[in-house]
């Protein structure tokens, strides 16, 4: 079946220049954005019960911009005033410089991953290994980030400072698309708590990143796209590929 409207469950791009508008104009298709989840800060009472004092920490690691947006807004919110010394230490250059929202970007306060892997930030964080780290996330995480910093003997307190919830979708919002595109697990929960009887038949389901592949799968759909790969190393190469294959059929 060809493909002539695609949702992608993430907010609309801020820029015109975005890929998805390219394909879009190529190939004659109806691209809609429309996030299945949403973001949301931890009260301050849930705060305060994990027993955390923000200001027993000289450094915070950063893992996205969610995370600084919801670390800044708790802090706020807690009327805690963050010292000019804190040091920031980021997973990719753009989360990096998200920062300058909140507070004045300094080259030696700063310190980010070239790559965007959490691993090529562990050298910087070694060489500041006497900071007491922070390390904001989400209730839904993994333990990696805390193994690594164990494994250099790291000095360091998680806190959970924001959680993923469902986006869910109104009566009156149309749900007839040809293909659906993921990011997260949690937007593949957040599907099936939408449409508790979705029947896929003919809809193509593509995401990003192999934990979200697993959830499609593990949700008893068909998976008909998959990136990255070599050749697609971002959503939108993968989609234009899939659109002219389909299409062309």
Not at 133 to 152: F, G, N, R
Not at 202 to 228: N, Q, Y
Request: with cysteine; proline share 5%.
């Amino acid at each position: 079946m060809k493909i002539k409207k695609v949702l992608v469950s993430q907010p609309k791009p801020a820029s015109d220049k975005s890929p998805y508008y390219d394909i879009a104009e190529r190939y004659g298709v109806k691209i809609d954005f429309r996030p299945f989840i949403k973001v949301e800060s931890v009260s301050a009472k849930e705060f305060r019960q994990q027993k955390v004092s923000i200001l027993d920490h000289t450094a915070v690691i950063f893992t996205s911009r969610h995370a600084i947006d919801h670390f800044f807004s708790l802090c706020e919110e807690l009327r805690v005033t963050i010292p000019d010394t804190m040091k920031y230490f980021c997973t990719s250059e753009q989360i990096a410089l998200y920062i300058q929202k909140y507070v004045q970007y300094r080259k030696r306060k700063v310190f980010f991953s070239q790559t965007g892997k959490f691993a090529d930030l562990m050298p910087s964080i070694a060489k500041h290994h006497t900071e007491k780290y922070l390390l904001p996330m989400s209730t839904v995480h993994t333990d990696e980030i805390k193994e690594a910093l164990d494994a250099k003997n790291i000095q360091h307190t998680e806190a959970v400072m924001y959680r993923t919830v469902s986006n869910d979708f109104g009566a009156d919002e149309k749900f007839d698309y040809d293909m659906l595109l993921f990011f997260s697990p949690a937007g593949i929960t957040s599907l099936m708590k939408n449409f508790p009887n979705f029947e896929q038949g003919d809809i193509s389901i593509g995401c990003f990143g192999p934990t979200t592949a697993k959830a499609v799968k593990d949700a008893g759909l068909r998976l008909d796209l998959e990136a990255p790969t070599v050749e697609a190393p971002s959503m939108t190469a993968a989609l234009d590929k899939f659109i002219s294959e389909r299409n062309k059929e």
